[in-house]
């Protein structure tokens, strides 16, 4: 999905030790895709005070509504695009010739790596579902481009709670997604209690009203960050969410529109190469021209730490 927001702008993470348990409410601020006429999003990473959860830099939390998904080619390197759906369908298409279809309780996984292009649409249905993205390692972030569909996840099923790993290794059960980085995600649902490792920092996303994570309510959309330093999390109330947790990234990264580098030449080059056709590639079977992207800022983009 394309971080294509109306006011592109410099958005950095990596650096700074969490170092104890927290609950801080994060509320996403609304992002338009694909376009003035896109499909609108609220964004909860990166937040205007915290860029990261482990590895995750990015979150976009969309529907429920009717709505028609489209949008056009558009590139991306050092990361993990990671699409997950509660209602809906979307096809995926790449510059490698992947094409998949995606429907609730599936995972797609594009590892972005040196360079990769890809669309997302979707027919006019109730979508609703969350994209994220994963910052790939210094020593990772030049690797191969590769996409995988993952059907069937393993469940996590105690109390009254069951809990589908997307990606990572959560109460002995491993998701087969590949990782680069110790993380986890998992959606939840039910009441009941999951053990954490403590060295991993922790959030989780509410996709509607009516969980109630660590004792307190979280509101459809939100992010709640939870910090390091916890063994066990209780889950209550009604309702959806999305636990993502991670080892706290220790390397200052730039994020600038669908870039994840390390400085702002190699953001410029990944430009160019994109708006002159010379890398990420070509998406064929999309009905429409690719995306351009922004201007760049006038001053460098400058690596920063994992909050502002």
Not at 215 to 242: D, Q
Not at 267 to 276: D, G, H, L, M, S
Request: glycine content about 12%; proline content about 8%.
């Amino acid at each position: 999905m394309s971080n294509l927001d109306p006011a592109p702008a410099e958005a950095t993470c990596g650096g700074e030790a969490v170092g104890a348990p927290t609950h801080e409410l994060l509320i996403g601020r609304d992002v338009v895709l694909g376009g003035p006429r896109g499909m609108a999003v609220s964004r909860t990473l990166p937040h205007k005070h915290r860029r990261m959860v482990g590895a995750w830099c990015f979150v976009d939390h969309y529907g429920p509504e009717e709505a028609t998904m489209r949008v056009p080619p558009h590139p991306h390197i050092g990361l993990q695009t990671v699409s997950w759906l509660v209602r809906g369908e979307v096809l995926h298409r790449d510059s490698i010739g992947s094409e998949q279809l995606i429907r609730p309780g599936q995972l797609n996984l594009m590892t972005a790596g040196a360079g990769i292009s890809h669309s997302e649409e979707s027919p006019a249905t109730v979508l609703h579902g969350a994209q994220l993205w994963v910052a790939l390692p210094a020593s990772d972030a030049r690797t191969a481009p590769a996409f995988a569909h993952h059907a069937d996840l393993p469940v996590v099923a105690k109390d009254a709670l069951t809990a589908t790993v997307l990606m990572g290794t959560l109460e002995g059960a491993t998701s087969p997604a590949r990782t680069y980085t110790p993380l986890v995600g998992a959606e939840v649902l039910g009441a009941g209690t999951l053990e954490l490792r403590p060295d991993f920092e922790y959030a989780v996303l509410a996709f509607e009203d009516g969980p109630v994570v660590d004792g307190e309510a979280v509101p459809a959309g939100a992010l709640v960050y939870l910090g390091t330093g916890r063994t066990e999390l209780t889950f209550a109330g009604a309702g959806r969410t999305l636990l993502l947790g991670g080892e706290p990234f220790a390397e200052q990264i730039v994020m600038w529109w669908n870039f994840v580098g390390r400085g702002h030449d190699e953001i410029v080059a990944a430009r160019t190469a994109w708006e002159t056709h010379e890398a990420f590639g070509t998406v064929t079977g999309f009905d429409g021209p690719p995306l351009h992207a922004p201007e760049l800022p006038t001053t460098p983009l400058k690596p920063r730490g994992r909050t502002r």
